[in-house]
């Protein structure tokens, strides 16, 4: 599988950005797609994951209410939308897939596959 992840950029506190990954290689109905920061000098933190079938996502506390995780199945494309960005979600964004569910869906580790990261800067 491979992912392929795009949308970051620059912005100010308050704004928002829209992230996108598109997924190749194969197709499963039964993964879990997700979304991990890593910010300079910090671990990989779990952001936001949504569980195929169905619809149920899951999401850090730092993030909820701001940002909502979706998923376009004809388009193998998992997208973030991030509203009312602060500088701490300055980070680099990695989307990431994995076949079955697992209830450690938080942990970077139980993940098979990586994009290979856009950059998100927001300032104050």
């Known amino acids: 599988v491979q992912l392929q992840a795009s949308g970051g950029g620059s912005v100010q506190a308050g704004d928002s950005l829209r992230l996108s990954c598109v997924a190749s290689?194969?197709?499963?109905?039964?993964?879990?797609m997700g979304w991990f920061r890593q910010a300079p000098g910090k671990e990989r933190e779990f952001v936001t994951a949504?569980?195929?079938?169905?619809?149920?996502?899951y999401y850090a506390d730092s993030v909820k209410g701001r940002f909502t995780i979706s998923a376009d199945n004809a388009k193998n494309t998992v997208s973030l939308q991030m509203n009312n960005l602060k500088p701490e979600d300055t980070a680099v964004y990695y989307c990431?897939?994995?076949?079955?569910?697992?209830?450690?869906?938080?942990?970077?580790?139980?993940?098979?596959?990586w994009g290979q990261g856009t950059q998100v800067t927001v300032s104050s």
């Open positions: 949504i569980r195929k079938p169905g619809t149920r996502t």
């Open positions: 990431t897939a994995r076949l079955h569910w697992s209830t450690q869906y938080y942990n970077p580790t139980q993940y098979e596959w």
């Open positions: 290689g194969r197709s499963d109905s039964d993964y879990v």
